[in-house]
């Protein structure tokens, strides 16, 4: 995880490449085949109908794991392994309180990019839920953020691609099937450090895999602070330079 002092800095690169201001990163959850363990089989059963453990992961503009989590069964909901790990009270704590940026009169803090399995809170943010018509402005930023978003699973593609016997299912203690994960995404992250290319065939396989072994689609409608106004200014903020951008043209 990143320290205090290399925040602004990072969320700077990030900015850069993503021109998403204050992300430090995207979260989700990726299911891993395992043989669970007989006693306690249904709690590593998913609907999906195969049997897993769950990789927690904030993963930044580089691919690169910042956090990760391999502790919870493929039965639990993704938000529950996030409020259940450490990077629940990282995210809400001191380390995300700066720096912080107005934006459209909101102050915004450093945030993570999430799906609709999280809660949204001041830190953690997600796109517009399809429950209610959307309007073009909350479109805008669905669209931004799912652009954005596409880091955290492009990195557990990288992910799978560099080390594909994670696809299948390990034949091997749970306990050890969670080192193997760790392991995987340490080494991961050393490949990305020195720019290791990923082979399109690799990713292709990957892809035809997670086709047969579909990932759990969950939402969460759990709201926290004043989440909705920092998530109604950054949308704003898309939407006023979309504005000026066509202006301009």
């Not at 796109?127 to 909350?138: R, Y």
């Not at 892809?207 to 998530?231: E, H, M, T, Y």
Request: net charge positive; aromatic share 10%; hydrophobic share 40%.
């Amino acid at each position: 995880m990143l320290s205090s002092s290399e925040m602004a800095e990072h969320i700077r690169e990030f900015m850069a490449v993503s021109d998403f201001p204050q992300a430090v990163g995207a979260l989700d959850g990726c299911h891993f085949p395992v043989s669970p363990p007989q006693e306690h089989a249904t709690d590593y059963y998913k609907y999906k109908g195969w049997y897993s453990i769950i990789l927690l992961a904030l993963v930044d503009h580089k691919y690169r794991f910042r956090f990760i989590n391999v502790s919870a069964p493929g039965r639990c909901h993704d938000s529950h392994v996030y409020q259940m790990s450490s990077l629940s009270g990282m995210v809400e704590g001191p380390l995300f309180k700066a720096p912080v940026v107005t934006i459209e009169g909101a102050a915004v803090p450093p945030l993570v990019l999430c799906d609709q399995a999280f809660p949204l809170t001041p830190n953690l943010i997600k796109s517009f839920g399809h429950n209610t018509p959307l309007s073009a402005e909350q479109k805008k930023f669905n669209y931004h953020i799912s652009r954005v978003g596409r880091v955290v699973e492009n990195g557990f593609g990288r992910l799978k691609a560099r080390f594909r016997f994670t696809l299948k299912r390990m034949e091997c203690d749970i306990a050890n099937a969670r080192l193997v994960i760790c392991a995987c995404c340490v080494l991961n992250n050393i490949c990305e450090h020195f720019g290791d290319a990923v082979q399109l065939q690799w990713l292709q396989e990957v892809k035809q895999s997670d086709s047969q072994l579909p990932q759990p689609g969950r939402s969460s409608d759990s709201q926290i602070g004043n989440a909705v106004s920092v998530r109604s200014a950054l949308a704003e903020h898309f939407n006023q330079r979309m504005q000026t951008q066509a202006a301009r043209s």
